[in-house]
């Protein structure tokens, strides 16, 4: 059965959630009768995502609120 885990990519100040936080990329490994097979990358997320939308202040690409804004893309 293959195997899934959240990777951090990178970590951003979130001026919206007022911390840090870190794009992640969701890593699948294959199964242990497929050893050749290179792991693959699945979704991406934000990982305050669940709480900025619960608080209400979501406002970018990864809370579906805001395509047009991606703070994991603003300069340092
Ligand atoms: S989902 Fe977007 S707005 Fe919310 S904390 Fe993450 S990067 Fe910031």
Redesign the pocket.
């Known amino acids: 059965m293959a195997e899934r885990t959240w990777k951090e990519i990178k970590v951003r100040y979130?001026k919206?959630?007022g911390c840090n936080?870190a794009l992640e990329a969701e890593v699948i490994y294959p199964a242990d009768h497929l050893p050749d097979q290179p792991p693959h990358v699945g979704s991406h997320r934000?990982s305050?995502?669940g709480i900025?939308m619960r608080m209400g202040?979501?406002?970018?690409i990864?809370?579906g609120t805001n395509p047009a804004y991606d703070?994991?893309q603003e300069l340092e």
Do not use: M, S
């Open positions: 979130c919206h959630a936080v934000c305050h995502g900025c202040e979501a406002a970018c990864w809370a703070p994991f």
